[in-house]
Structure formats: structure tokens, C-alpha cells
């Protein structure tokens, strides 16, 4: 009877012990950063042919990284994100993840939209029957560049790659017309959230989706109170106070959604958090 109470005493100091250790272990892991790397060139001499694998081990390094953080990275750590894609499909220009993260993460920081659009035009060299990267290249153009003429041809491009995509047609002849930005932005936000591979990119784009979709519910209250009242709102309330919403949408973001002195719907968050306006403002 009393080895039999040692046994189990020991059983379940050992259990203990291992628990405790475990939790210290959990306790004490690593945050992922990125790879301090040197400049894709020298990334791709030190390879040693090995360029596809490296790659690819840079490319799961970013994707941890990412995926370590509860909101999208800091505008100041995309510059070093940003090198690190370079040298991902520089190493491997056939690398789709690489271009679609890429995507994902900086079409929306207006300072890394010329340097992502050469990325894509890197993707369209090598990957020339992928209609994403021509979709991609297209929508910066349009939305951020502001160029609905460039972006109607990369978004032809695209239709004729996949003709499956039967909303690209009317999309086009709303770009040659100098078509709805937002409803574009949904029309790309929804292709994004589709085919990212990342759920926290997906959990992100959904956030940005949701803003589009309120801003374009606002959009709409305008139009149905210009016919109604035969002219424009001054505020955004008007639409509650004339019957045409019952309330004004959130903005998902944080902010709050007004209009600007040319009637335009527009946000104080920007469609970004807080933390990143502080850090564009700062840089």
C-alpha cells in the first residue's frame, strides 16, 4: 500500500513538473520577426543555386511573422516587409504566394503602391496565364493611381485570361466611364478574400469589405434622397432625418463616416486603425 501511494505521489509530481515546464516553455517562445536580409542579390548569391527553396523559407518567415501580430503590421515595418517580397519572387518569380501577399498587404499603403506594381509586373513576365495579377495591377491603377483608363486594359487582361469572371465586362465599361470606386473596391475586396490563403489577411480584408459595403449604403441614401428631395444632402444625418436609412452605419475601423465639400462619402479612420495613422503621420 505505501509503494503504491509513492508511485502515484511521484506519478504526479513528474506530471506537474512537466506541465509547469511546458508553461514556461509557452511562456517564454519567441515572437517571429522578419529575416534581417541583405539585398536580394547578395540573398541570391549566398543561395547557392538553392534559390526556389530559400525563397520559399523566406517566404513561410514573412507569412509568421504576419501571422504573429493581432492587426495588420505597422506602416512602419512595411518598407522591411516589403524587401522581403522582393527578394521572394526575385529568388522565384514564379512564387504565387509571394505576390498575392504582397498584394494584400501593401495596396493599401499609398507609399508602396508603385513599388508593389513592379512586383506585379514581375508576376505578369514569368506567371503570364495568372488573370489574378493583371486583376491586382488593374485595381491600383485604378482606385489609387487613379488611372481608370490603364486599369480598364490590365482588367480586359484579366477577363481574357479567365472569361469565367463575368462581372470584369461591366466593370471594364465602368472604367472606360470613369466608373463607382467603390463599387470596384467591393468587386476586388471580395476576389482578395476568396483567394488569400492567410486567415488573418482574410480576417483583415473582411474588416475593409465591411467599411466598403457601409460606404456604398451611404452612396446609395444619397442618390435615393437626391431623387426624393430634389437635391444633394448637406450631412450624412439628412439620410435618418429624410427617412431614407434609419441610422448611419458604423465605421468598422473606428472612425465615423461624413461628407466632404465635394459630397463625397468619406471617414476619419480612412479605413485604417489608429495606430497606423500615427505611425503615417509620424513618418
Request: proline share 5%.
Amino acid at each position: 500500500m505505501k509503494r503504491i501511494f509513492i508511485f502515484f505521489l511521484i506519478l504526479g509530481l513528474c506530471g506537474y513538473s512537466f506541465f509547469r515546464v511546458d508553461r514556461m516553455r509557452q511562456a517564454q517562445a519567441p515572437i517571429p520577426k522578419l529575416m534581417l536580409l541583405p539585398s536580394r542579390e547578395m540573398t541570391r548569391v549566398i543561395s547557392f543555386g538553392n534559390e526556389i527553396l530559400v525563397a520559399q523559407l523566406i517566404f513561410y518567415n514573412s507569412m509568421f511573422y504576419v501571422g504573429s501580430l493581432e492587426k495588420p503590421p505597422e506602416i512602419a515595418a512595411h518598407k522591411d516587409l516589403y524587401h522581403t517580397l522582393d527578394t521572394v519572387t526575385y529568388l522565384d518569380p514564379y512564387n504565387m504566394d509571394g505576390y498575392y501577399f504582397a498584394q494584400g498587404m501593401f495596396s493599401w499603403n499609398r507609399l508602396l503602391i508603385e513599388p508593389l506594381n513592379i512586383l506585379l509586373r514581375r508576376g505578369m513576365a514569368y506567371r503570364s496565364w495568372d488573370w489574378h495579377l493583371p486583376f491586382f495591377y488593374g485595381f491600383n491603377q485604378f482606385f489609387f493611381l487613379k488611372n481608370p483608363k490603364e486599369a480598364a486594359i490590365y482588367f480586359e487582361k484579366a477577363y481574357q485570361l479567365n472569361p469565367k469572371n463575368t462581372f470584369l465586362p461591366s466593370l471594364i465599361a465602368r472604367l472606360y466611364y470613369q466608373g463607382e470606386a467603390t463599387k470596384v473596391a467591393i468587386d476586388y475586396l471580395q476576389e482578395m478574400i476568396r483567394t488569400t490563403g492567410s486567415e488573418k489577411m482574410r480576417r483583415w480584408l473582411t474588416v475593409r469589405l465591411e467599411a466598403f459595403r457601409f460606404v456604398a449604403l451611404l452612396e446609395e441614401g444619397i442618390v435615393r434622397y437626391q431623387e426624393r428631395y430634389k437635391e444633394r444632402p448637406q450631412r450624412l444625418q439628412a439620410l435618418v432625418d429624410g427617412g431614407i436609412l434609419k441610422a448611419i452605419p458604423p465605421d468598422p475601423y473606428g472612425g465615423e463616416f461624413y461628407l466632404d465639400t465635394h459630397g463625397r462619402v468619406r471617414t476619419t479612420s480612412n479605413f485604417t486603425y489608429e495606430q497606423d495613422k500615427q505611425e503615417s503621420s509620424g513618418g
